[in-house]
């Protein structure tokens, strides 16, 4: 089956600056890439997404890039604010997303003011 | 519209004990997903529904977990004979159609097993 992992687990970065979280995938089969942020106490909320048939995304300060070939992708998230502290989750899955999510194990972004 | 429901948000049951989880989808949407988070790890994905079918069953951890949906929406996840293992905090999502992918999650069962 497909497996995630997710780099690095802790990011702290200073208000104002870029942060990027990496992510790499086993199975060469999965074509739908979602990123989710999730608060402290409360649901996972998709952030951006990306499908297999492009290389970049972007909205506002959120981009997401995939590299089909070495099977990986990243967040990137520009202009870092205090409200961007939270923990984000990469997953990635067959069938365009119809079926079931593999997530990586998470990466807790610490803004510092 | 009203988001992913579920229900209990949390409950606390005495190991050997059976319990269900049930969740209530966003109407209209055919997909439903049973994830597993345990603390301050990563999702873990259980099951997914498809109208009233389960394609995928993979990610369910024994025999002792099993989920029914009943007329394309809610839908219950069974532990039965729980263990202190199976302490998480249990997930629902749900998808409007096949193809469209975006799985919006609702706020979780947590649940501990004494």
């Known amino acids: 089956g497909e497996n995630v992992e997710q780099h690095p687990s802790t990011l702290s970065v200073q208000e104002g600056d870029s942060a990027v979280i990496k992510c790499t995938y086993s199975?060469?089969?999965?074509?739908?890439f979602p990123w989710y942020k999730q608060e402290l106490g409360k649901r996972p909320q998709l952030i951006i997404d990306i499908r297999s048939n492009v290389g970049e995304k972007k909205d506002q300060r959120i981009a997401v890039t995939l590299n089909k070939t070495a099977k990986h992708f990243s967040l990137h998230i520009t202009e870092t604010q205090p409200e961007d502290s939270a923990v984000y989750f990469c997953a990635a899955s067959r069938g365009g997303g119809a079926d079931g999510l593999t997530f990586g194990k998470g990466t807790h972004l610490i803004i510092q003011p | 519209g009203a988001g992913v429901s579920q229900s209990p948000s949390n409950k606390v049951t005495e190991k050997g004990k059976d319990v269900e989880l049930r969740c209530d989808p966003i109407?209209?949407?055919?997909?439903l997903y049973w994830y597993r988070q345990s603390l301050g790890q990563g999702l873990e994905f259980l099951i997914y529904?498809?109208?009233?079918?389960?394609?995928?069953k993979s990610g369910l951890p024994s025999d002792r977990f099993s989920a029914e949906r009943t007329g394309g929406s809610v839908s219950t996840l069974t532990i039965q004979r729980t263990q202190q293992e199976d302490s998480a905090v249990y997930l629902c999502?749900?998808?409007?159609?096949?193809?469209?992918?975006?799985?919006?999650f609702g706020p979780g069962t947590r649940l501990t097993v004494l």
């Open positions: 199975d060469s089969a999965s074509n739908y």
């Open positions: 529904f498809q109208g009233n079918s389960a394609p995928d």
């Open positions: 999502a749900s998808s409007p159609v096949k193809g469209r992918n975006e799985q919006f």
């Open positions: 109407s209209g949407h055919t997909a």
